[in-house]
Antibody
Framework: QVQLVQSGAEVKKPGASVKVSCKASGYTFTSYYMHWVRQAPGQGLEWMGIINPSSGYTNYAQKFQGRVTMTRDTSTSTVYMELSSLRSEDTAVYYC????????????????WGQGTMVTVSS | QSALTQPASVSGSPGQSITISCTGTSSDVGSYNLVSWYQQHPNKAPKLMIYEVSKRPSGVSNRFSGSKSGNTASLTISGLQAEDEADYYCCSYASSSTPNYVFGTGTKVTVL
């Protein structure tokens, strides 16, 4: 079965960087795009960007351009999201989410999600 | 890119039907049949309920249905059940030279 397992919670100081991992299993890693979505405490979902695990192609939401880097390691079926110059407003749960429609199909939707990684930015 | 607009809360009694609206613009909801809906229970990851406006992934109850008219998409939950109490978010692909997505503001569904 499809599983996305993310790295554990992080506490960072303002100005630092954080790197969150998302290890995929149960499907062909390079066949599905991966997205990152975040959710601040008590707030809604916010799309951050997309990575093509096959080619490494990335596209980031304008809000995060210059601060976010998404990479992948095909040997371990893992994608990474690094966010730099952290500020208190970046305190949130960060999710990886596979692009798909729940089966052997493609769609601009997010069919499987990681469990989320809480990133706290505090001095 | 501004968030899609959803009502903050919707409520209904067990067995009733409720509809959640999701209003965007001609640059997102109005231009693409790529609206999806997610259910999120407290402290849980979101779950895909509807994709491409009205399609249900395998395993999702047929009590959930989606539609779209112009710049507004809608999610209807029929035969409301206690387990449907959760937050719901819409999401749309948005026009751009590169892939771009926008979520709705979220709706809290309460089963009375």
């Amino acid at each position: 079965q499809v599983q996305l397992v993310q790295s554990g919670a992080e506490v960072k100081k303002p100005g630092a960087s954080v790197k969150v991992s998302c290890k995929a299993s149960g499907y062909t890693f390079t066949s599905y795009y991966m997205h990152w979505v975040r959710q601040a405490p008590g707030q809604g979902l916010e799309w951050m960007g997309i990575i093509n695990p096959s080619s490494g192609y990335t596209n980031y939401a304008q809000k995060f351009q210059g601060r976010v880097t998404m990479t992948r390691d095909t040997s371990t079926s893992t994608v990474y999201m690094e966010l730099s110059s952290l500020r208190s407003e970046d305190t949130a749960v960060y999710y990886c989410a596979r692009e798909g429609c729940g089966g052997d199909c493609s769609s601009d939707a997010f069919d499987f999600w990681g469990q989320g990684t809480m990133v706290t930015v505090s001095s | 890119q501004s968030a899609l607009t959803q009502p903050a809360s919707v409520s209904g009694s067990p067995g009733q039907s409720i509809t959640i609206s999701c209003t965007g613009t001609s640059s997102d909801v109005g231009s693409y049949n790529l609206v999806s809906w997610y259910q999120q229970h407290p402290n849980k990851a979101p779950k895909l309920m509807i994709y491409e406006v009205s399609k249900r992934p395998s395993g999702v109850s047929n009590r959930f249905s989606g539609s779209k008219s112009g710049n507004t998409a809608s999610l209807t939950i029929s035969g409301l059940q206690a387990e449907d109490e959760a937050d719901y978010y819409c999401c749309s692909y948005a026009s751009s030279s590169t892939p771009n997505y926008v979520f709705g503001t979220g709706t809290k569904v309460t089963v009375l």
